[in-house]
């Protein structure tokens, strides 16, 4: 699975949007970009993942560059409540023969402040 | 639909003492994994199982063993808890798929003394 590499951490004001960025140069063509994030002493929470399109869902937006080398996680409007680490992970479709297992590397820390 | 529980919340043990983490999921999830969680760190798997009935070593194994009772309950024990164990750990259930997210239960602090 491609390393990946995210700043440590991030700052951004309540109700503007929250752009986190994630590089990931050595990703194979059938890895996808997954993002998870985890709030203070929970579990980490699925986000949203992607391939070669863009996606969105009602959490946030993923853009992903055309050659796929980098990625962009979008929350659109940032509440105090999304403050948390969120990792950026790369992983080869689930097959019989792999675990479908999760690297997680450092993270982001995001600070929504008011 | 409770999701992903794990037992007990907490716990302390001496140096040597043994126990089971308990894990369930209640949403016909094939595939289950056990990871930990140093501070300041991400999440390192510790074991898996694809399916009901088997179950693989992930990167850090050692001092573990895993159960896969059936399909819905995954369990982890320590035989004697050393202080390097001391971490919070969690139990995860993947959807099905070649995509399939992971659900993460709330986690299992444990402290070794």
């Known amino acids: 699975d491609a390393k990946t590499t995210q700043p440590p951490s991030m700052d951004c004001a309540e109700g503007r949007a929250a752009n986190l960025p994630c590089n990931h140069s050595?990703?194979?063509?059938?890895?996808?970009v997954y993002w998870y994030r985890q709030i203070h002493s929970q579990g980490p929470q699925y986000i949203i993942h992607?391939?070669?399109n863009n996606e969105t869902n009602e959490m946030a937006s993923l853009i992903i560059t055309e050659d796929r080398k980098s990625s962009t996680l979008i929350l659109p409007h940032a509440t105090l409540r999304d403050t948390a680490v969120y990792y950026c992970?790369?992983?080869?479709?689930?097959?019989?023969?792999?675990?479908?297992?999760?690297?997680f590397g450092q993270g982001t820390t995001l600070q929504v402040k008011p | 639909n409770a999701g992903v529980t794990q037992t007990p919340k907490f716990q302390v043990l001496k140096t040597g003492q043994s126990m089971t983490l308990q894990c369930a999921q209640d949403?016909?999830?094939?595939?289950m994994y056990w990871y930990r969680q140093d501070p300041g760190m991400g999440l390192r798997l510790i074991y898996y199982?694809?399916?009901?009935?088997?179950?693989d070593k992930g990167e850090v194994p050692n001092g573990y063993n895993v159960s896969r009772l059936n399909k819905r309950e995954f369990s982890l024990r320590l035989e004697s808890a050393a202080p390097s164990q001391t971490s919070v750990y969690f139990c995860?259930?993947?959807?099905?798929?070649?995509?399939?997210?992971?659900?993460f239960g709330p986690g299992t602090r444990l402290t070794v003394l």
């Open positions: 995860a259930s993947r959807t099905a798929g070649a995509v399939g997210e992971q659900f």
């Open positions: 050595t990703i194979s063509g059938n890895e996808y």
């Open positions: 992607g391939l070669k």
């Open positions: 992970i790369v992983r080869v479709g689930v097959l019989s023969s792999n675990t479908g297992k999760l690297i």
């Open positions: 949403m016909n999830h094939n595939s």
């Open positions: 199982s694809a399916s009901e009935g088997t179950t």
